[in-house]
C-alpha cells in the first residue's frame, strides 16, 4: 500500500534484490499496474519500502 500519499492504492509490482558485498542493496522494481500518481515518486516509496522489509528480516 502507499500510505505517503493521499489514500491508498494496490497494485501489482515486481521486484529484485541484489546484496551486494558493500554498501546497501541493489533494489530494482517495476510497478506492473496503472496508478493515478507519478510513477518515480511512487517507485522510490516502494523501493525504501522494500529495503526496510530486507532489513526487518521480512522477506524470503
Do not use: H, N
Not at 492504492?9 to 496503472?34: M, N
Amino acid at each position: 500500500m502507499l500510505e505517503s500519499f493521499e489514500g491508498r492504492a494496490e497494485a501489482a509490482i515486481s521486484f529484485t534484490l541484489e546484496q551486494k558485498p558493500l554498501g546497501p542493496p541493489d533494489i530494482s522494481l517495476r510497478v506492473l499496474d496503472p496508478v493515478d500518481w507519478p510513477l518515480l515518486p511512487v517507485v522510490r516509496v516502494l523501493r525504501e519500502y522494500v529495503a526496510a522489509l530486507d532489513r526487518e528480516g521480512k522477506l524470503p
